[in-house]
């Protein structure tokens, strides 16, 4: 496409964007099992309209948009109380678990260089952790080490007491991770790291507001937080079970001073004058700081607790299911709201398929071969209609119409 010469009228080019939208996903019927996290109208539309009180401004510079930084604190001290932080604790809201991992992952580099005197770093981190944690181990120059899981599908603590050696910058765990929805040995994992003075950091871009609220509605959850000595950092996201849209993320540091010394980039070698950032991005959309404040001052611990509870029963109703199915099983024993279901008579990724022609958007996984659920509160509404299509795909897998008669 070429820039048009002249520019297109306003009605002309909303028809052309709902037009080329009509091919998407339908997150709205909860057809789609991650990317959107669909809960109610009434908290869709406050963070809609927190998103356009704050589209315009930049959250770069807070002493320009001193009400971005006090939401910003807001959001950050509301999720340090969810997750136990103590007294002295700190962090910031990025763009989204993976910069928030990014920015832990640089804290450690740079602590383990300071207080260790690492200069090739290593991250330990289970073979099931989010990729993100690849990303930055490429990006900021550490070796990626993985540590394999045990049977029930988490972090095996003695593999990793035998990969961590003096080079290890920091450890890795998941609450939970997303192939499987199992969570790691925090305290076990923690604690492997704190005896050699090595920073640890929970993943709990999907627990994070998630299981705190499963907790309060009496279900098992396993320490994963700030409870657990030696966590030192911790990712929450506020895009995901937080019902925020995307580009919201917080990133904790039990120490505030490793924020301040090792996350921060500061620099004044320009004629520009002092530029510091806690992030990776420079300039940074307010909107997403805005819809967190507003959509966490929304919903409140109870309309939390709630949509917790729906999440909860719809994980159930589904895995319920799934199991009923005799030629499905669910793989390992998920904790939360994912998990991922195999076969060990038939071909999985051909149920996908004819899934997919049915309008369902299901992860693909390998190791084992896997279908992947995300679970939101609205797949409530949606379960029976959800299992009837998987007895049907189940029973004619092999006949899916294929990607291109999908997408023609
Ligand atoms: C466990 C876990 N960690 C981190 C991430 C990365 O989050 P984002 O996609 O917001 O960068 C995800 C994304 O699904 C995840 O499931």
Request: aromatic residues 8%; contains cysteine.
């Amino acid at each position: 496409m070429e820039l048009p010469k002249q520019g297109i009228a306003k009605d002309e080019l909303f028809k052309q964007m709902r037009e080329r939208k009509e091919k998407d996903a339908d997150w709205r019927g909860a057809r789609t099992f991650s990317l959107v996290y669909p809960s109610h109208e009434d908290v869709e539309r406050v963070v809609e309209e927190a998103n356009l009180l704050y589209l315009h401004e930049n959250a770069l510079n807070p002493f320009r948009f001193p009400s971005l930084r006090e939401m910003e604190v807001d959001v950050v001290s509301m999720t340090a109380g969810l997750l136990h932080a103590p007294e002295g604790a700190g962090g910031c809201m990025t763009s989204g678990g993976t910069e928030s991992i990014l920015m832990a992952v640089k804290t450690a580099r740079e602590r383990a260089r300071e207080e260790r005197g690492v200069t090739q770093p290593r991250l330990v981190a289970p073979v099931s952790a989010h990729p993100a944690f690849a990303k930055a181990a490429q990006v900021l120059g550490l070796e990626l080490v993985q540590v394999p899981l045990d049977a029930d599908l988490r972090a095996d603590v003695a593999a990793a007491e035998r990969l961590i050696d003096d080079r290890t910058a920091l450890v890795v765990g998941s609450a939970p991770n997303y192939p499987f929805g199992t969570i790691d040995p925090i305290p076990e994992l923690a604690a492997l790291a704190a005896e050699r003075g090595i920073a640890f950091h929970t993943d709990a871009c999907v627990g994070g507001f998630l299981l705190p609220f499963l907790e309060r509605l009496g279900e098992p959850v396993p320490p994963f937080d700030f409870r657990v000595p030696g966590v030192s950092t911790m990712s929450a996201d506020v895009h995901k079970y937080g019902f925020c849209t995307k580009g919201a993320s917080v990133v904790l540091h039990r120490d505030e001073t490793h924020l301040k010394r090792h996350q921060l980039f500061f620099y004044d070698r320009w004629p520009g004058g002092i530029y510091a950032s806690f992030a990776m991005a420079g300039a940074r959309p307010a909107a997403p700081i805005a819809a967190a404040w507003a959509v966490m001052r929304y919903l409140g611990e109870e309309g939390y607790v709630r949509l917790a509870g729906e999440t909860r029963d719809a994980t159930r109703r589904l895995r319920e299911g799934i199991e009923a199915i005799p030629e499905l099983h669910v793989i390992g024993e998920p904790a939360a709201s994912l998990m991922a279901f195999g076969s060990d008579r038939i071909d999985v990724g051909a149920v996908g398929d004819v899934m997919d022609d049915r309008g369902w958007c299901l992860d693909r996984q390998k190791d084992p071969d896997a279908l992947h659920v995300m679970v939101s509160p609205r797949h409530l509404q949606v379960a029976d209609r959800f299992l009837a299509d998987l007895r049907e795909a189940v029973a004619h897998h092999g006949e899916s119409r294929g990607v291109e008669a999908r997408y023609s």
